[in-house]
């Protein structure tokens, strides 16, 4: 159990997730006082002692059902005296075979179980019986000799569960009117149903192939990483929503240290009447002296983004920024360029959808030439269109992979346009071992802009930090 648990806990860490040593000790402690039979209980130690966010629960889901499975392979073989090849029951009250039953059948009791509430009686633990023994009858598919390979698609075709909501709707709304909110509320029941089945069948596909290749090699592959270590170049249109959960605060944060920064180290003007005030005191001796507080520096923004195909996740994630940084500056101007620059701050409206906005500044935006990236030119051009933009005022944020297609990068413009700004600072989306390969000038742009990788919400995180 001690192998079982340090694996375990190397696994949520080789994945993404905070595991700290001490939480590692606390979990080892929860075990203590349980009931170790009861897998449930286990879960729920685990979970209570080493995930701290909701986005982190469905990894550690995945990783728990692969190092402490409901059921080993073993647990199927043929049972003394039973003359079958499973000896698995579905938990359905219904003992027949189901290694030899026909698919008929199967789907009935696939419709029974997709009927109920949770899956089944006995929550939910006749509906993972019953997608172990379908895996075990429809999902192995033979490989070299002595392998054998797991797939899920297999009993998902055999048994098509989506194709039973028509029939299921019609037995549970028997006499009943279509349409309505009955309709509604068994549809969604049978839709969740049908998720939970679908992932019993990956639960345990996964814990067949991790017994024949090992839980670590199949663990690295299973669990997608978390949400604030996912690269910004392989996000998805779905990661969109909860990215916006976790940019917020981060704006709020920079726009913060940008403020703190400019005040550090420098004195208010002497207050004069509140000193004399205080000499009083001290036989009008001055011994304290009282200084106006700065009033707070309100920063403005420029973002210039490079929004080409190669970057566009992270040209999404770039609006996103955007949008977040508009509500804590005084003044946002938005920037988009390939070959040349466009200001694209008027698709920034109010509750606009993200995607709309990609879509908009693909057809309107005036930011392609020729279609090739070309940063000397958009820096030339932006200088010459919007140099009066950039102010001592002004924090300046390049966003972009710093990839010019072996065009002149124009570097006394940034030059000038940086030294012009209150701070510039650059964000790489590429991993630092890809800078100055290929058609790469990040170190050529690095000495005269700060350039920082920011490939992840964890790494913006980590920049905004140390801006103080």
């Not at 910004?232 to 605060?249: G, S």
């Not at 520096?297 to 940084?325: G, M, N, R």
Request: with cysteine.
């Amino acid at each position: 159990m001690l192998d079982r648990h340090v694996g375990f806990v190397h696994a949520l860490r080789e994945t993404g997730l905070p595991v700290s040593l001490a939480e590692g000790l606390d979990a080892a402690r929860a075990l203590t006082v349980i009931d170790l039979t009861e897998r449930e209980s286990l879960r729920a130690a685990y979970a209570a002692t080493l995930v701290k966010r909701p986005s982190h629960r469905p990894g550690f889901d995945t990783l728990f059902d692969l190092w402490f499975p409901p059921a080993t392979t073993g647990l199927y073989g043929p049972r003394p005296g039973s003359g079958d090849g499973t000896g698995t029951g579905t938990g359905t009250g219904d003992s027949s075979d189901l290694d030899t039953a026909e698919l008929p059948e199967l789907r009935d009791r696939l419709a029974g179980l997709l009927a109920a509430e949770g899956g089944g009686t006995d929550g939910g633990d006749g509906m993972n019986a019953f997608a172990r023994a379908m895996v075990e009858r429809f999902g192995r598919q033979p490989a070299s000799p002595g392998r054998q390979n797991w797939f899920s698609y297999p009993v998902l075709r055999a048994l098509s569960p989506e194709t039973l909501m028509a029939r299921l709707l019609a037995e549970v709304l028997a006499g009943q009117e279509r349409g309505g909110l009955a309709e509604k509320v068994a549809r969604q029941r049978i839709e969740r149903n049908i998720e939970r089945f679908k992932q019993a069948v990956s639960t345990d596909v996964r814990r067949r192939i991790a017994e024949d290749s090992g839980i670590e090699r199949i663990a690295r592959s299973a669990v997608r990483p978390p949400l604030e270590q996912l690269d910004f170049l392989r996000i998805t249109r779905a990661d969109l929503a909860e990215l916006r959960r976790e940019v917020y605060p981060l704006a709020r944060r920079l726009a913060a240290r940008l403020t703190v920064k400019h005040r550090l180290g420098h004195r208010g003007r002497l207050d004069f009447r509140r000193t004399v005030r205080a000499s009083l005191s001290t036989g009008g001796v001055p011994l304290t002296t009282y200084l106006k507080p700065r009033r707070p520096h309100k920063p403005e923004l420029i973002v210039l983004c490079d929004v080409s195909d190669s970057v566009a996740s992270f040209a999404h994630f770039t609006l996103l920024l955007t949008y977040a940084l508009r509500e804590q500056f005084t003044k946002v101007r938005a920037f988009g360029f390939v070959d040349t620059v466009d200001e694209i701050t008027r698709f920034f409206v109010p509750g606009a959808d993200v995607a709309e906005a990609m879509t908009r500044l693909a057809s309107e935006a005036d930011m392609v030439r020729f279609g090739r990236t070309n940063y000397g030119h958009a820096f030339e051009r932006f200088a010459e269109r919007y140099g009066d933009a950039v102010g001592p005022k002004t924090s300046l944020l390049i966003l972009g992979d710093a990839r010019s297609n072996y065009q002149p990068p124009a570097l006394e413009t940034l030059r000038r346009l940086s030294s012009g700004a209150r701070h510039a600072y650059w964000l790489n989306p590429e991993p630092v071992n890809q800078w100055d390969t290929g058609d790469s000038v990040a170190t050529a742009y690095g000495a005269v802009v700060p350039m920082r990788e920011c490939r992840n919400v964890a790494q913006l995180a980590a920049f905004v930090e140390e801006l103080a």
